[in-house]
């Protein structure tokens, strides 16, 4: 891996805390752990011009803004850098069925077959990977990052959505 390549990532990342909607300790679990799965390995390459050309690593603080998703970046010592603000309108409806799928898994779990639980598990994953897929295409002019990445900025952006 190249020396830009090992910069070109998140290295702190929080959610405002004013933008979170509902709170409970599953949703706060759940935060965690995409947090944490997503600081071990990801990749975050914006493609503005940064003061300094700056390479990263980055810290970021995702919030709303309007109705719309805005990233706030920081250099790793908390200088800012510049926000990207992301449209939430494409991702509205995904997310909507995400939860819908969501609620139906974490019923099953409690008294279906595992053959169910796994179908209802096996649709949760395609709708958490096509959100993801429209995240990265939504900011893919703004900033370049990988599946996983999208994957786990997307469990944080449903997190800030859950009602």
Do not use: W
């Amino acid at each position: 891996m190249t020396e830009e390549k090992c910069t070109q990532r998140i290295s702190f990342i929080e959610l405002d805390d004013k933008t979170i909607i509902s709170r409970n300790e599953d949703i706060e679990n759940e935060r965690r752990v995409a947090i944490f799965d997503l600081l071990e390995n990801n990749y975050f390459a914006p493609k503005s011009s940064i003061s300094g050309d700056y390479l990263g690593p980055y810290n970021i603080l995702i919030r709303m803004e309007d109705n719309r998703l805005a990233i706030d970046l920081y250099t790793e010592t908390n200088n800012m850098l510049s926000t990207v603000v992301v449209p939430l309108s494409p991702l509205r409806a995904i997310i909507k069925e995400y939860f819908l799928i969501c609620d139906n898994y974490y019923t099953a779990i409690k008294k279906a077959s595992t053959r169910r639980i796994e179908a209802i598990d096996l649709g949760r994953r395609s709708l958490h990977d096509e959100g993801a897929e429209i995240l990265r295409s939504r900011i893919m002019d703004k900033i370049d990052i990988d599946f996983n990445t999208a994957r786990r900025l997307f469990t944080l952006i449903c997190i800030m959505q859950i009602r």
